[in-house]
T-cell receptor
Framework: GAVVSQHPSRVICKSGTSVKIECRSL??????MFWYRQFPKQSLMLMAT?????????EQGVEKDKFLINHASLTLSTLTVTSAHPEDSSFYIC?????????????FGEGSWLTVV | DAKTTQPNSMESNEEEPVHLPCNHS???????IHWYRQLPSQGPEYVIH???SNVNNRMASLAIAEDRKSSTLILHRATLRDAAVYYC??????????????FGQGTTLQVKP
């Protein structure tokens, strides 16, 4: 079964509203999680690094005030898309490194489809 | 991060082996070679990784060139469920690494029945 889970898997929201996506590590604690965005027929683009107990680190060109990230516990990170617009419609994916064993395995969530209408 | 180069797409017939190449000529000594795959509308899935020696697991094999400047992911018997985008990614597992992966365009594998 999944070791990193996202919720919701699909969400539709109205333009101008905010929507929150959750990412949970189910079997391990993750001090760091990652958020990606993927447009159709394109590769994953790293948006930000979510750090437990501290501020997220955003990649260049990603608006931190628009994509709010909260990592309040070792198993949960949330991404909130604020004042969503149709161009924010995308597939959002999170990931976390499993620290157990060699620590080399990174698990991804199932992804969350966001449609802004 | 060191860059990888992969063909945009490849085709295979079901039940036949598939060799997916990846070039990484600027690989550093501390870079591991990771392969992930992404099925349609799903998050990426770990396939295999290696450093210098060839690696085998239940999903695939990874053949790494002696100079480490290229590698090949081998699916021994392709099935229709193997149709996906395959990403070859270099990951530095030095002390500063936390699991950050930078994705290239990957190779879209089509499997024909």
């Amino acid at each position: 079964g999944a070791v990193v889970s996202q919720h919701p898997s699909r969400v539709i929201c109205k333009s101008g509203t905010s929507v929150k996506i959750e990412c949970r590590s189910l079997d391990f604690q993750a001090t760091t999680m990652f958020w990606y965005r993927q447009f159709p027929k394109q590769s994953l683009m790293l948006m930000a690094t979510s750090n437990e107990g501290s501020k997220a680190t955003y990649e260049q060109g990603v608006e931190k005030d628009k994509f709010l990230i909260n990592h309040a516990s070792l198993t949960l990170s949330t991404l909130t898309v604020t004042s969503a617009h149709p161009e924010d419609s995308s597939f959002y994916i999170c990931s976390a490194r499993d620290p157990r064993g060699t620590g080399n395995t990174i698990y991804f969530g199932e992804g969350s489809w966001l449609t802004v209408v | 991060d060191a860059k990888t180069t992969q063909p945009n797409s490849m085709e295979s017939n079901e039940e036949e082996p598939v060799h997916l190449p990846c070039n990484h000529s600027t690989i550093s000594g501390t870079d591991y070679i990771h392969w992930y795959r992404q099925l349609p509308s799903q998050g990426p899935e770990y396939v295999i990784h290696g450093l210098t020696s060839n690696v085998n697991n239940r999903m695939a094999s990874l053949a790494i060139a002696e100079d480490r400047k290229s590698s090949t992911l081998i699916l021994h018997r392709a099935t229709l469920r193997d149709a996906a985008v395959y990403y070859c990614i270099l990951r530095d597992v030095g002390s500063s690494n936390t699991g950050k992966l930078i994705f290239g365009q990957g190779t879209t594998l089509q499997v024909k029945p």
